[in-house]
């Protein structure tokens, strides 16, 4: 299965600013997907994100707040703007290598103040 | 309403016990059906992986099994350790372009 290696692995942020959280896989992929998990409460897919192209959002998520690239078939970036405290979260990354394996980047825990 | 529903929502136990955590979904079609473990802080571990013709899958202490025609899933812990606290989400996939479906997890804490 990919490796992947998410960060960063925590901040804490200022309302109003943006953090911009990176994945690199170990090997090329196709998609990927950025995942945001509330306190209690289980992963809800933010979009897919491929090499190329923009980022497909799911409904509830936008491009002005969760701005997405995809540089290449290794990398992508979440950027979270104009953050809120109702944006604490920790947000996470996935690709899937076939169609059996999904793995998951560690998660970047974020706390907006 | 949640396509994939877990049970019970949290559950402590002491170590060296057993335990088995129920997973329901309606999701369909079904492509295949995934237990992940995540520790606190952390991204989810992938435990097993089923698809549809798979009955039981085994994992080190941790074995599921599957009723693709009743549509339930469950995850045995044996002989818990304190490693073992973590929350255990059950994942279903559809087709093969299909989103995963999640679960909201079960929170396990094992005692000493």
């Known amino acids: 299965s990919a490796v992947i290696s998410q960060k960063p692995s925590r901040d804490i942020c200022q309302r109003g600013t943006s953090l911009t959280i990176q994945c690199q896989v170990d090997s090329q992929v196709t998609m990927m997907f950025w995942y945001r998990q509330q306190p209690g409460q289980s992963l809800t897919l933010i979009a897919t994100a491929n090499q190329g192209s923009e980022a497909t959002y799911e409904s509830g998520f936008v491009i002005d707040k969760f701005p997405i690239s995809r540089p290449n078939l290794t990398f992508s970036t979440l950027t979270v703007s104009n953050m809120s405290p109702e944006d604490s979260s920790i947000y996470l990354c996935?690709?899937?290598?076939?169609?059996?394996?999904?793995?998951f980047g560690s998660g970047t825990r974020l706390t907006v103040v | 309403k949640n396509q994939v529903e877990q049970s019970p929502q949290s559950l402590i136990i002491l170590e060296g016990k057993n335990c088995t955590l129920q997973c329901n979904y309606t999701v369909s079609p079904f492509s295949n059906l995934r237990w992940y473990k995540q520790d606190t802080g952390r991204g989810p571990v992938s435990l097993t992986i089923m698809t549809f013709s798979e009955n039981t899958k085994s994992n080190g202490r941790y074995t599921a099994t599957l009723d693709a025609d009743t549509k339930q899933s469950s995850l045995h812990i044996t002989a818990s350790q304190l490693s073992d606290s973590a929350s255990y989400i059950c994942?279903?996939?559809?087709?093969?372009?299909?989103?995963?479906?999640f679960g909201a997890g079960t929170q396990v804490v094992v005692t000493p």
């Open positions: 994942v279903v996939k559809t087709d093969s372009w299909g989103k995963l479906q």
């Open positions: 996935s690709v899937e290598v076939s169609n059996y394996g999904y793995t």
